[in-house]
């Protein structure tokens, strides 16, 4: 239990186009979505934090306009990176919680990888 | 911001004990996890402590968890070659949100 999906898995675009990863809670209920951006060898950055039904709330340095993010289901979340640039081409991970557990745990899906030509 | 910080690398032989550890500044933490990533995968959850928990075995994986020195380790027992991935920490701390702290990531690498 406690799955995350997260589509597309590898996305190749052309700079200047915006891309829409989607991320999925399959068999729970996921009242927080979490993004986070992962450079090559890196730790996880966090981007931003929804939850259903309200705004994202976004860390510092991440533009909310060019990484867009609606959460409009308690299953589905998802983020569009608007007028991708080469320098946007990263690792995107997203992860769930649902206080599935009494931790509320976040589940993570298994990322999309991003390369902007 | 807070601070999780890891060793970057570890090699261990095969059949012996890996100990991976991690540091973080926040006293506060509720949840600390432990999270293994293997190449261009996700998180996949390998087991948490609660803070008021000092130590929790899960079939090969002990974690210690030292809260005086803010210190958590992750000891993999019998180590095998399908252990070599990258582990994370990770603490929750309350009013956050739910949000996770992760620490740098040590990469664990297995010689058969």
């Known amino acids: 239990g406690a799955v995350v999906s997260q589509h597309p898995s590898r996305v190749i675009c052309k700079s200047g186009t915006s891309v829409k990863i989607e991320c999925r809670s399959l068999d729970f209920q996921a009242t927080t979505m979490f993004w986070y951006r992962q450079f090559p060898k890196q730790s996880l950055m966090l981007m931003a934090t929804s939850n259903e039904g309200s705004k994202a709330t976004y860390e510092q340095g991440v533009e909310k306009d060019k990484f867009l993010i609606n959460h409009a289901s308690l299953t589905l979340s998802t983020l569009t990176v608007t007028s991708a640039h080469p320098e946007d081409s990263s690792f995107y991970i997203c992860s769930a919680s649902g206080q599935?557990?009494?931790t509320d745990t976040q589940y993570f899906g298994p990322g999309t990888r991003l390369t902007v030509l | 911001g807070e601070d999780v910080e890891q060793s970057l690398f570890l090699s261990v032989r095969e059949g012996d004990s890996s100990v991976i550890n991690c540091t973080y500044t926040d006293s506060s933490s509720t949840y600390l996890y432990w999270y293994k990533q293997e190449?261009?995968?996700g998180l996949q959850l390998l087991t948490y402590i609660f803070?008021?928990?000092d130590m929790k075995q899960d079939q090969r994986l002990t974690v210690l968890l030292n809260k005086k020195d803010?210190?958590?380790?992750?000891r993999?027992?019998?180590t095998q070659t399908g252990d070599s991935a990258i582990y994370f920490c990770a603490e929750s701390i309350p009013g956050t949100?739910?949000?996770?702290?992760?620490g740098?990531?040590?990469s664990l690498t297995v010689i058969p």
């Open chain 2, 97 to 102: 949100g739910n949000q996770f702290y992760f």
């Open chain 2, 76 to 78: 993999i027992a019998d």
């Open chain 2, 104 to 106: 740098t990531g040590t």
């Open chain 2, 51 to 53: 803070s008021n928990m």
């Open chain 2, 39 to 41: 190449p261009g995968a």
């Open chain 1, 100 to 102: 599935r557990l009494a």
């Open chain 2, 70 to 74: 803010k210190h958590l380790s992750l």
